[in-house]
């Protein structure tokens, strides 16, 4: 099983600044089959990037990913008041996993 | 557009089978295209993949899970359903249904999720 470990556990931040979140695999992740997604409390997730630097659509170009291999990274631009939210990357090189996620709270 | 909806049971005794069915509406579980997944969230954690269908019947599990969950396809009513046997506490969670693209194998529609406890 490849396991996902997400960095760090909680991002404190403002409004307008820069958010860089980590996600490092156990093994290679093949053909680049990562994705992230964003989650609100009380709500489903929502896909924001695919293929590891593809972003879904609809989703703002505040939102870049990139990254290969084993080591993959979700930027957040400029962070906007509705993007405080948890991060996951999820996987699906072999079988699925997901991290555990990634809190950005407003600092 | 796509949507999914997965009304369930709320609550399930221990060493009972957990059944949950979710409907697909605005497209078919018809299309080659997609996987039709289940995730869970227990409460205050992270995400867990269950398992997938396809409409040629093929399937994928996840293997801590795979001995308990059976994922079927009804086309006639165009629905997908989870069962999951013999569960315990630690299978209460929030269970959501999703559409998995095929060739980017990402997760680009999800129902809004069913809680389920698991409590006698």
């Given at each position: 099983?490849?396991?996902?470990?997400?960095?760090?556990?909680?991002?404190?931040l403002?409004?307008?600044?820069?958010?860089?979140?980590?996600?490092?695999?156990?093994?290679?992740?093949?053909?680049?089959?990562?994705?992230w997604?964003?989650?609100?409390?009380?709500?489903?997730p929502?896909?924001l990037?695919?293929?590891?630097s593809?972003?879904?659509?609809?989703?703002?170009?505040?939102?870049?990913?990139?990254?290969?291999?084993?080591?993959?990274?979700?930027?957040?631009?400029?962070?906007?008041?509705?993007?405080?939210?948890?991060?996951?990357?999820?996987?699906?090189?072999?079988?699925?996993?997901?991290?555990?996620?990634?809190?950005?709270?407003?600092? | 557009?796509?949507?999914?909806?997965?009304?369930?049971?709320?609550?399930?005794?221990?060493s009972?089978?957990?059944?949950?069915?979710?409907?697909?509406?605005?497209?078919?579980?018809?299309?080659?295209?997609?996987?039709?997944?289940?995730?869970?969230?227990?409460?205050?954690?992270?995400?867990?993949?269950?398992?997938?269908?396809?409409?040629?019947?093929?399937?994928?599990y996840?293997?801590?899970?795979?001995?308990?969950?059976?994922?079927?396809?009804?086309?006639?009513?165009?629905?997908f359903?989870?069962?999951?046997?013999?569960?315990?506490?630690?299978?209460?969670?929030?269970?959501?249904?999703?559409?998995?693209?095929?060739?980017?194998?990402?997760?680009?529609?999800?129902?809004?999720?069913?809680?389920?406890?698991?409590?006698?």
């Amino acid at each position: 099983e490849i396991v996902l470990t997400q960095s760090p556990g909680t991002l404190s931040l403002s409004p307008g600044e820069r958010a860089t979140l980590s996600c490092r695999a156990s093994q290679n992740v093949f053909s680049n089959y990562l994705a992230w997604y964003q989650q609100k409390p009380g709500q489903a997730p929502r896909l924001l990037m695919y293929g590891a630097s593809r972003r879904a659509t609809g989703i703002p170009d505040r939102f870049s990913g990139s990254g290969s291999g084993t080591d993959f990274t979700l930027t957040i631009s400029r962070l906007e008041p509705e993007d405080f939210a948890v991060y996951y990357c999820q996987q699906s090189g072999s079988s699925r996993t997901f991290g555990q996620g990634t809190k950005v709270e407003i600092k | 557009q796509v949507q999914l909806q997965e009304p369930g049971p709320g609550l399930v005794k221990p060493s009972e089978t957990l059944s949950l069915t979710c409907s697909v509406s605005g497209g078919s579980v018809r299309s080659g295209s997609f996987y039709w997944s289940w995730i869970r969230q227990p409460p205050g954690k992270g995400l867990e993949w269950i398992g997938y269908i396809h409409y040629s019947g093929s399937t994928n599990y996840n293997p801590s899970l795979k001995s308990r969950v059976t994922i079927s396809l009804d086309t006639s009513k165009n629905q997908f359903s989870l069962k999951l046997t013999s569960v315990t506490a630690a299978d209460t969670a929030v269970y959501y249904c999703a559409r998995e693209d095929l060739i980017d194998q990402y997760m680009d529609v999800w129902g809004k999720g069913t809680a389920v406890t698991v409590s006698s």
